[in-house]
């Protein structure tokens, strides 16, 4: 959830009033209230202050979900260092889901931009060149202080340093003013100066729509972060921390239904996919086991193979699979545990299917509590802990195989169930394995034990999660699912 603090660093701002205005600094202390659609699942907290030469800013936001009738927080923290210039210093991240903290720290040195990564035993340091026209929390307030607020019909732009769209350059944001407008938030009406925001990056788009008051005071902001949609409204501190008894369910946002049984021994299965309103923007991934076609009306018909010898061909070796073998942040295979676990698994087999198959069958058993109250763990914490859910089954398993050799990366889409959550013949949000085995990327799923994954699911996205934060890389699926119905064609 840290992208809602690229919007914070610019919702929480306080401006002054034209456009060529002398740029002065001002304290922020504020507060607000976090929704989702109309429930109220946390709060934001904004501060910023000067200190001797340097502007010190610190963005908090917390919210509380459930999943699978599991209460989980997500807890993130944002604080940057920034001189009275505008010109980023250093800034530090952590975001915990369930308790697990991931962190990226960055510092300026020289005409680089050092980004330092961890999570767990694991860490990663990268360098980039540093483009001193990026700008953080002060250094975006400062911009705006020149760009001005409630001018209908402005637009401008600003480069923005983002450590959710990647710190390797500046991120463009484009700003359109659309001048006094009332704001609705359940039974609140507020009137004030609405902005649209975007920001565009290699892992797609984030748009949000700000309302400011007349002194340039953010009073409430709106986006959708993976088909959810997120409004924040400023109140008074002890309004929001006080929470609601009772939170919202979030994983029946990522279920489709389908309204038909797939067997458990689908050899090929066909679905047809419409969007709900508008046009997709999003397109599927092909590969051995998927193939995929647009038909009239913009839907996709996507054939889905559990053999795919039958096409009869492969995929084609990358010439550089290192990607694919690395250790990393979340698939940290580098850890002697995750070595040992996976030779334990591999026993004696040579063949790499038979050992993709072994490993699957080990994971399988291994993570012992099947539960949702783990946020996104690494391979190492899953080794420790033995839990979680799908995600945790697929980075494990991943881990485990680049530890023995075999190049791997996980996938993201749905999957058929008969039964969740009280819904009968549904799919479901999903994540598993793919093993580059015999030439082609194939499908293993450790968290439903299939060592030969049935035609039952409909893959969206696969990654081999280097330099990719998990949470982003499941944002555009997650988004894709909430403009989404599906039919069986057929099914065999």
Known sequence: MRKLFIVLCIFLLKFSKGKEAEVGFSPVDRWYEVYLGEAKVGYAHDRMALQKDRVLSQNTFVMKLKRAGQTLEVRSTQETIEKPSGELVEFSTEMKMAGIPITKQGRVEGDELVIREKQFIQAKESRYPFDKRGRMSWGIRREFIHQGFKEAGREYSLLVYSPDMGMKAPTRAKVRCHGKKVFRQGEQTITGYELDLELSGLLGSIKSKSWFDEDGGAVGTRMSMGGMQITLIQVPEKRAKTMNAKVPEALLDSVVSLGQEISAKSRRTVFVLEPIKGVFTTKLHQGPQQKVKVIEGGAFEVEVLSDPSTLGENSKASPDMAEFLNSNVYLDSSDPLIGDLAEKAKGKKKEIAEIAKSLTTFVHGYVASKNFSVGFASASEVARSREGDCTEHSILLAAMGRAVGIPSRVATGLVYTKRFQ?????????????????????????????????????????????????????????????????????SK
């Not at 479901?428 to 450790?446: A, I, L, P, R």
């Not at 699911?457 to 990719?468: D, K, P, Q, W, Y």
């Not at 499941?474 to 599906?486: G, R, T």
Request: charged share 20%.
């Open 422 to 490: 009280g819904q009968r013949d549904v799919l479901v949000y999903h994540m598993w394995t793919q093993f580059f085995v015999d030439g082609k990327w194939m499908n293993y799923d450790s968290a439903l034990g299939y060592e030969a994954c049935p035609a039952d699911r409909i893959l969206f996205a696969v990654s081999s999660l280097n330099g990719e934060d998990l949470i982003e890389s499941m944002l555009p699926v997650m988004e894709f699912i909430q403009n989404l119905k599906v039919r069986l064609k057929s």
